[in-house]
């Protein structure tokens, strides 16, 4: 584990970052806490790690698009066990059988809050728009 805040924060995106691609929820979700909130332009606030979990989760019978993306931390800023951070966001996503792909794109602002000695995300404002 990296042994400064701002070090461990870049881990942490670059974990997400690398689980989402390998479409690996379980360690996606073990990088925020249970009380997290996205919010989404268009949609209505996603509130708890349930939420995310549910939504990253295909129906039955369904395979899990490919996810693939890159992140350009912008900004990081550590207030005590509270951080945040600015990235420009950009994400593919590729539904299985070959439907073709939606990219997205834009800014995101994100929160981060250190438990245990591990920071995690707490809050984040998507922004993300087709590309």
Request: include cysteine.
């Amino acid at each position: 584990m990296p042994d400064n805040d701002e070090q461990q924060i870049r881990h942490l995106i670059t974990t997400w970052m690398s689980a989402s691609k390998a479409g690996d929820t379980a360690t996606v979700l073990t990088l925020m806490t249970d009380d997290v909130i996205f919010l989404r332009p268009g949609h209505p606030p996603m509130v708890g790690k349930s939420a995310f979990a549910a939504a990253a989760t295909p129906p039955p019978g369904t395979p899990a698009p490919k996810v693939d993306g890159t992140c350009d931390i912008q900004e990081i800023q550590v207030l005590g066990d509270w951080a945040y951070i600015w990235t420009n966001l950009a994400v593919t996503i590729t539904p299985a059988g070959g439907a073709e792909s939606m990219r997205r794109a834009g800014h995101t602002l994100t929160i981060l809050k250190k438990e245990a000695g591990r920071w995690l995300l707490a809050r984040d404002a998507n922004m993300l728009a087709p590309a």
